[in-house]
C-alpha cells in the first residue's frame, strides 16, 4: 500500500474540521482531563498540533526540498505545547491548528510535487536518510495516531462508568501506546 | 469519576459531525480499506453505528424505564451491517446516522431524566442487572471505540509508507482490540 499524494492531502485537510466538531465547547470534563500522571488531555494534544504545523512537517518539507540530504532536520520538541499554549483557549487552538494547516496545504500543492520529487531525501537527526513521501505519509498517519489518542483518553473518564460493558469496548484494553 | 448525564449528551450530539468532518467524500482508498481478513472498514463501522441508532441504545432505554428487570434486551447483532449497508453510499450512512442519533437524544432529553432515574436497572442477556447509567455511558464510551478504531483502520494503510518513523506512531502499535 503505497503512499498517494492526492489520499495524503484529502486526510490532512479533514483534521482540523473533524476535531473541530469534536472538541469545540465539549465541557472541559472532556477536553481537559487525561489519563493520569504526565499524559496529555485533548487541549494538550491539540497545542501538540499546532506545533507540528509551525516547526516540523513544512520545515521539513522545505528543508528536503532545498537542502536534501546535507542538512539535517531540527528534532521536533514534543514537549513545546506546555508553554505556547498557556493562556490560550482550546477554541483558539483549534483556530490557530485550522489556520496553520491550511497554509501549510496551500504551501505544499503550491509545489506541484511529481512522483520523482516524492522520492528526494533529507536527513532525519534519529534515522538517518528518509524520502519526502515518508514525511509525508508520517503527517498524515500523526494525525491519525492523535485522532486516536484522544478517543482513548477521553474514554478513560468512562472506564468505571460503563460498568461490565467495559470488556466489549476496545478502546479501554488500548494500553496508552498512542502518547 | 462517576457518569455525567449532560456530558454524555454533550459527546453524543457531536459524533455525527465529527466523522462526516472525517469521512465525507474522502478517498475510498480511505473508507473502503479495512486492516486485512474480517477487520472492518470505517463504512463498515458506520453501518454499525446506524445499526445502534435503530436497535440497540434507545431501544434498552425505553425497556428499562418501561419494565425495568423484568425483561431481557435483545441481544445486539453486531453484523446486522452487513445486511442493512447494502447499495448504500457513505454519505448515506452518514446521514442515516446524524438523523437517528438527532432523533434519538430529542427523545432521551425529553425524558427529563433526574439522578434517580439513572439507577433504575434493566436486564442484560449476559451481565445480568445494568444501570440506565451504565447504558448511557456506555453509549458514549462506544462513540470512543469507534473513534479509536476507524483512525487506527486508516492509519494502517500507511504502516510501511512511513518508513521509520512507524515506531514513533502509537497507533501502529495497537493491536486491534478495538473491532
New interface residues.
Partial sequence: ????L??TI??LS??P??L???LRD??E??TL?NEGQSTWTAFDVIGHLVSGERTDWMPRVRMILEHGETRTFVPFDRWAQECDSQGKSLSELLDEFANLRSKNLAELCAFNLQPNDLERRGR?P??GS??L???L??W???D??H???I??L??H?????????SIY??????S????
Same sequence: chains 1, 2.
Fill in positions: 500500500m503505497p503512499h498517494d492526492q489520499d484529502a486526510l479533514r483534521t474540521a473533524t473541530n466538531a469534536l465539549l465541557p470534563a472532556w482531563r532525519h534519529d534515522f528518509v524520502s513521501s515518508q514525511l505519509a508520517t498524515a498517519a500523526h491519525l495516531t485522532l486516536h489518542q478517543s482513548r477521553m474514554a473518564r468512562y472506564r468505571e462508568a460503563v460498568g461490565p460493558w469496548l476496545g478502546v479501554f484494553k488500548c496508552g501506546h498512542s502518547s
